[in-house]
């Protein structure tokens, strides 16, 4: 069965270093997210993206965040200059187009890759 | 906008028994439900899911049923296993392309 593969499952760095996450989505899903899970807490919506740009993005998504597709497999989340309060697992997703799913907007989540910042 | 809500945890039970974690949602629009568990050390999984109002999402000998009048879709199981335990994820459509907003998440703890 498809997944969504992300990649590395765990990463420690230290803070204000610059961290990219990787995600290979299902390949006929169109749109693709990013969620981030500080440890204990609820799972929040950093940003979606579709047709090759951001559709929507949260208010944790500032200027330190960017996420892009470069090459048709790989969606990546690079957060430079991490900071402390970075740490979390994050969560990609993909879904796939509406007609494929009878539109439930259900979303097909990867294992995650926990972020450590020292 | 869009919110879920739902039962805060720890909730501990013990082996077959009776479960039930509420959950409600804004009533805007008209969204997908969702629950997602999330075992020990994994990501999300999908447990169930309900598209409209009186759908029953089941899997695994859990279910919720879409309550449009209550704005409700509590999840439950009629006997719980050890294995049950995970933290549940209550979740609904954030409408577009825009994904899904999550409740906080209960966590189940089962003891035999």
């Known amino acids: 069965e498809p997944e969504v593969t992300q990649t590395p499952s765990h990463q420690v760095t230290q803070m204000g270093q610059e961290v990219i996450l990787r995600c290979v989505p299902i390949s006929n899903h169109l749109y693709f997210y990013w969620y981030r899970q500080i440890l204990g807490q609820k799972v929040e919506f950093l940003v979606s993206?579709?047709?090759?740009?951001?559709?929507?993005k949260s208010e944790i998504f500032d200027d330190q965040f960017s996420v892009e597709r470069p090459d048709g497999s790989n969606f990546t989340l690079k957060i430079r200059s991490t900071k402390l309060e970075d740490s979390a697992m994050y969560f990609c997703a993909s879904r796939p187009p509406p007609r494929l799913a009878g539109g439930t907007g259900e979303l097909f989540f990867g294992e995650g890759s926990r972020l450590t910042v020292l | 906008g869009n919110s879920v809500t739902q039962m805060e945890g720890p909730v501990t039970l013990s082996e077959e028994a009776f479960l039930t974690i509420n959950c409600t949602y804004t009533a805007t629009g008209y969204p997908s439900l969702f629950w997602y568990v999330q075992y020990p050390g994994e990501g999300l999984q999908l447990l169930l899911k309900a598209t409209k109002a009186d759908d029953k999402g089941s899997n695994k000998g859990f279910e919720a049923t879409y309550r449009k009048e209550t704005t409700s879709f509590h999840l439950e199981k009629g006997s719980v296993q050890v294995s049950d335990s995970a933290v549940y994820f209550c979740?609904?459509?954030?409408?577009?392309?825009?994904?899904?907003?999550f409740g906080k998440g209960t966590h189940l703890i089962i003891q035999p």
């Open positions: 979740a609904r459509s954030r409408g577009g392309a825009d994904g899904l907003t």
């Open positions: 993206f579709y047709n090759n740009e951001i559709s929507e």
